[in-house]
């Protein structure tokens, strides 16, 4: 298999700061709240060490990325208290999109079109 160079936003923004990457190659499912755990399957590395990014409104006023390992559970109060916030819940997929300039499913926390807070 031959590893050609793909740029995206992402590689752009990694590149820029300097920061190493390795990109694999696996086929894509799409099947909601699983994706993550079909991307590590794909390239063969166990799940705490693959993460899945997540666009989260705090308080229906500020917009957060989470990024946490594709094998957990994202605790919604938790990250609203991060950020001072009471309520915390799911950005809608047209949004997320919109404001990140990726498809869901492949979100990046590096590169994304407007800049938010990002915690791991």
Request: hydrophobic share 45%; charged share 20%; glycine share 10%.
């Amino acid at each position: 298999m031959s590893q050609q160079k793909i740029e995206t936003p992402t590689t752009h923004f990694l590149a820029a700061h300097g920061i190493a990457y390795t990109m694999h190659d696996y086929d894509y499912v799409s099947d909601p709240g699983k994706i993550g755990l079909h991307a590590a399957a794909g390239i063969g590395i166990e799940q705490e060490k693959v993460f899945k990014t997540l666009m989260v409104e705090i308080d229906k006023k500020q917009v957060v990325c989470a990024v946490i390992p594709v094998h957990q559970k994202m605790n919604l109060k938790k990250v609203a208290a991060l950020f001072g916030g009471k309520n915390a819940r799911m950005l809608n997929a047209e949004k997320a999109e919109a404001l990140t300039g990726f498809q869901v499913g492949g979100i990046s926390p590096f590169g994304a079109r407007t800049q938010v807070p990002v915690v791991f």
